[in-house]
């Protein structure tokens, strides 16, 4: 009893900490690169779902990324439509697109799957970057309008302008997906993913319909991206063909391997300590004269897959891996 | 007759698997099925469970030709089966593995099986569920209670063939077929497997069960059926198979042998 009461007032501090992070620390680049890091939480986790608890290699999953920014930024910029209807319309297009890419899997695995994902992301990069009269080509959309103001009684207006408020906005998103993935993976969803998983074979011999999983989870997981997308969109107000860029996907991957691969909260600690560390190392750049972000990421995915197969999480899990792992 | 097959015939390229193969499983007994190797016996499951698809004739289950179905829609009908390579799932938990062969037992779509997990319903819970209570109870069955939480991957060779047979019995089959459920045991653990799978014949199940230990194979089956290079030579009792001529020749081999 001790014990849950001590495990729940740290939940509570916790949770507590989270949403004073933007009053404690004012500085408003610091507060930016916690709104990235939420939006690469819900980006990481739904990726998660398909690479870690599936085993649907997915290399294009920055394609689902740009799909929801590009949808939810063109609803509002050419209809006008509010970017709160834009969020998840920008996952549900996203989610249409997932068909594409669910359908291929229920013939293709391992590396085939890995390399038809790349094929369809890099389409759909070329298509951003090619369809110049609705998309600018590689100049990119500029002028996405910001999350609508929220008119409150007694004349309050929230406006979601500034990085402190938006990161408000991205934390609920941010748990809200965790949430929900929390309750695919812990219940008899993520039973039957995992087991997909684990063997194919096997799994139809109990009955469950692999083909119908795949493809359902491939659209789940690409809601939630486009969702990312979306938000990202409408955060930092430009956004171009390099969003759906394989060196997004690279990144998302290197999170949640970091991180730690079918794990919960691995895709979570990916994003934070990644997000912080390529934009703390940014001033190398400047020194070596190259892109070294991805030279670190490449050296940490190496240093992860050597030395911490699960991860940083992993680090601090218990040898046999319970339901509740 | 609960399952039954038709003149059925596989073809892998030049080599002829099956030949017009006719079959019939009564309900409840246990059919063994042997034969020498590459007699055709795997190749007669994996017809039956979807894996493949015969090049001519019917399966006939309850009546119904399964010729067609996938594997899922195969097992969804009743009839479960094992694999001669264990194929548990080596990173869950004993007690998972189990419980994964209970997602599908009210047949619901995936959407379906998504939406139940995201609001909660207690029938899609993994913990303190109906669904637990089963799979502990199958657990015990085959006698792994005190693995529940170990990884599968962490079992010795003779319980992860139990706990296949154990996951297989989760869809609550009418038919199991079992694939090798002996081989590669010890004497000991054959006598458990044999003890086990008398078990599940006597809630009602019937069993087909493809074996190369002849002593378990005798011991159990009521009835065998005898394969050679994919045809059928003989079928009757244990006692019958016995004696038959074409059957010690092709299978035992030597005629001393056929003497004692």
């Not at chain 1, 951003?128 to 990119?140: A, F, K």
């Not at chain 1, 895709?267 to 070294?292: C, H, M, Q, W, Y």
């Not at chain 2, 039956?48 to 969804?76: C, F, M, R, W």
């Not at chain 2, 694939?179 to 458990?192: V, W």
Request: charged share 15%; proline share 4%.
């Amino acid at each position: 009893m001790n014990r849950k009461l001590f495990k729940l007032s740290l939940i509570i501090l916790g949770i507590l900490f989270i949403l004073a992070l933007p009053f404690i620390i004012q500085d408003r680049y610091f507060q930016h690169l916690l709104v990235l890091s939420g939006i690469f939480i819900i980006l990481t986790s739904s990726w998660n779902l398909l690479a870690g608890y599936s085993g649907l290699l997915n290399l294009g999953h920055a394609a689902f990324y740009g799909i929801g920014g590009y949808s939810s930024a063109l609803l509002a910029l050419k209809l006008g439509l509010s970017p709160w209807i834009g969020l998840p319309l920008g996952g549900i297009i996203s989610s249409i697109f997932g068909i594409f890419l669910g359908i291929p899997s229920f013939r293709l695995s391992g590396p085939y799957l890995a390399i038809t994902t790349i094929g369809f992301s890099e389409i759909l990069r070329l298509v951003s970057m090619n369809w110049v009269d609705l998309t600018r080509g590689s100049l990119g959309l500029y002028g996405i309008p910001p999350l609508t103001s929220l008119k409150l009684p007694k004349g309050i207006l929230i406006k979601f302008v500034s990085e402190q408020n938006f990161y408000y906005v991205v934390i609920i998103f941010a748990s809200l997906t965790l949430f929900i993935i929390r309750r695919l993976v812990y219940s008899e969803f993520g039973i039957s993913l995992r087991s997909m998983r684990e063997d194919e074979m096997g799994s139809e011999s109990i009955g469950i319909d692999t083909s119908r999983y795949k493809l359902t989870v491939f659209m789940i997981s690409a809601f939630f991206a486009g969702f990312a997308g979306a938000l990202y969109a409408h955060y930092v107000r430009l956004i171009s063909p390099e969003m759906l860029s394989l060196s997004e996907t690279f990144t998302v991957l290197t999170m949640v391997m970091v991180g730690g691969l079918g794990t919960l909260y691995g895709p979570v600690v990916g994003a934070v300590v990644l997000t912080f560390l390529s934009e703390g190392l940014r001033f190398l750049e400047d020194i070596v004269k190259l892109n070294i972000r991805f030279v670190i990421y490449g050296a940490l995915l190496m240093t992860t897959i050597l030395f911490m197969r699960n991860g940083i999480v992993g680090l601090f899990q218990k040898k046999t891996q319970g339901t509740k792992g | 007759m609960i399952l039954e097959g038709i003149n059925v015939t596989r073809w892998f390229g030049g080599l002829c698997a099956l030949k017009e193969v006719h079959f019939s499983i009564e309900d409840g007994e246990i059919l063994g099925l042997i034969g020498p190797n590459g007699a055709g016996k795997t190749t007669l499951i994996n017809l039956i469970t979807g894996y493949y698809a015969p090049n001519s004739g019917q399966i006939k289950y309850e009546g119904k030709d399964i010729v067609g179905l996938s594997p899922h829609a195969v097992n969804k009908l009743g009839i479960s089966r094992t694999f001669q390579i264990v194929r548990t799932f080596p990173k869950l938990t004993v007690l998972d593995n189990v419980r994964s062969g209970l997602v599908e037992r009210r047949q619901r779509s995936p959407w379906r099986v998504a939406l139940d997990s995201i609001i909660k319903n207690p029938d899609v819970q993994m913990i303190g569920s109906a669904g637990e209570g089963r799979a502990l109870e199958l657990l015990e069955f085959v006698g792994l209670t005190e693995y529940r939480d170990e990884l599968a991957e962490n079992l010795p060779f003779a319980y992860s063939k139990r706990l296949e047979i154990a996951r297989a019995l989760a869809t609550n089959p009418k038919i199991l077929l079992l694939d090798e459920p002996s081989s590669g045991l010890n004497p000991k653990e054959q006598n458990d497997q044999v003890t086990i799978i008398r078990r599940i014949n006597e809630q009602g199940i019937t069993i087909l069960i493809v074996e190369h230990v002849m002593k378990v194979i005798m011991d159990i089956s009521h009835r065998i059926l005898v394969l050679h290079y994919g045809e059928k030579i003989a079928e009757g009792r244990p006692e019958e198979i016995y004696k038959n001529t074409r059957v010690i020749e092709a299978y035992l081999g030597s005629e001393a042998y056929a003497h004692g």
